[in-house]
């Protein structure tokens, strides 16, 4: 089975940056669509961003356009998400997930690899 560890999370204050990593197992790390997803407190499962298996496209949610930068290293399995301009509304436990097949997808139920989570505070 694939693991998945995120990593690079912590304390900023607002208009700082963080970069987030994703380290995933195996010799197939390429052929997985990676995605971040985010969770606040009392609240749902979100999507951040997604990139595809080349890293070569990207897609992400309009809560964080402009401001984070996803991207991965195949030759190191690892996907990383940039963090700039950060509110505290972005205060949240920061996912990592992996896809088998098809295109990019906002959809957690697309997501076979899930990582334990990582957490990003935002102090105002």
């Known amino acids: 089975q694939v693991q998945v560890v995120e990593s690079g999370g912590g304390l900023v204050q607002a208009g700082g940056s963080l970069r987030l990593s994703c380290t995933a197992s195996?010799?197939?790390?390429?052929?997985?669509?990676m995605s971040w997803f985010r969770q606040a407190p009392g609240k749902e499962r979100e999507f951040v961003a997604t990139i595809t298996r080349s890293g070569s496209g990207a897609y992400y949610a309009d809560s964080v356009k402009g401001r984070f930068t996803i991207s991965r290293d195949n030759a190191r399995n690892t996907v990383y998400l940039q963090m700039n301009s950060l509110k505290p509304e972005d205060t949240a436990v920061y996912f990592c997930a992996g896809r088998d097949a098809g295109g990019l997808s906002t959809r957690e139920s697309d997501h076979e690899y899930w990582g334990w989570g990582t957490q990003v505070t935002v102090s105002s």
């Open positions: 195996g010799r197939t790390f390429s052929t997985y669509v």
